[in-house]
């Protein structure tokens, strides 16, 4: 059975844009209905294939940014100037539009709801998109770092304040922002840095998985910093993209 599922992920299939909700001025989510869609595990990604009216095409991956289920998910985008995708995702598309998508897919960056570890999740700008998932399904207590250059930039920002305020204390959420701060911070703009990584980090006994998503400098610099207070490296995962989202 195992086997005979994984061409049906690498098939294209449609899917129908239920609905859209924006994050931010550049960025916003799509509700898509799937027939037969699977569900995934927290992590994972799809491609979209769009197609022009001459038959040129072009695809993108986009992590899954909703919790799992079935025959519906939300892939969260950020607009890429000059992209052959984004724009139409960000600004065109619109509920009851066409799509064709192949997925679920990865593997290595998910967080499985069977995993009692504690997690660290570490995002840079739209590089938050997976780990919202995670943060939605989470089971086991969740740290989610989140760096933006201003909140205004920040994607999700109610719903990860009521997560980081529910009384059950399972989800705790830190903002870093870069270059403005919200009005009154006691905390200038910064980059993300040791120090802000030790506030938050998991003590090294309590086995813990660190999960870090965002443009490649971000990704590297985060990792090493990890490691330089005591996380263990073979507890990193990270997934990298080129310089959109940062």
């Known amino acids: ?48 294939r769009l197609t022009a009216p001459d038959g040129y095409t072009a695809q993108r991956s986009y992590s899954i940014s909703s919790a799992p289920g079935p025959d519906r998910l939300e892939v969260t985008v950020q607009v890429v100037t000059d992209g052959e995708v984004s724009p139409y995702l960000v600004e065109v598309a619109e509920p009851g539009d066409q799509l064709e998508i192949r997925g679920p897919l990865g593997g290595w960056f998910v967080r499985r709801p069977a995993d009692p570890r504690p997690a660290l999740l570490i995002g840079g700008g739209s590089g938050v998109a997976p780990l919202m998932s995670m943060v939605r399904a989470a089971t086991s207590p969740t740290r989610l770092l989140y760096s933006t250059r201003s909140p205004s930039d920040a994607l999700f920002t109610a719903e990860l304040a009521t997560a980081g305020a529910a009384a059950d204390g399972l989800v705790a959420v830190t903002h870093v922002y870069t270059r403005v701060a919200p009005a009154g911070s006691p905390v200038p703009p910064r980059r993300l840095d ?53």
């Open 1 to 48: 059975m195992a086997r005979a599922a994984v061409p049906g992920r690498l098939t294209w299939q449609p899917a129908t844009v239920a609905a859209t909700r924006a994050e931010t001025k550049t960025a916003r989510t799509l509700i898509l209905d799937v027939d037969g869609w699977p569900g995934h595990v927290p992590g994972q990604h799809i491609d979209i």
């Open 194 to 246: 040791a120090d802000a990584l030790a506030r938050v980090v998991w003590p090294r006994d309590a086995d813990p998985v660190a999960f870090v998503c965002g443009p490649t400098g971000f990704v590297e610099t985060v990792a090493d910093l990890l490691v330089g207070v005591g996380h263990d490296p073979a507890n990193i995962r990270a997934e990298r993209f080129g310089p959109t989202g940062g």
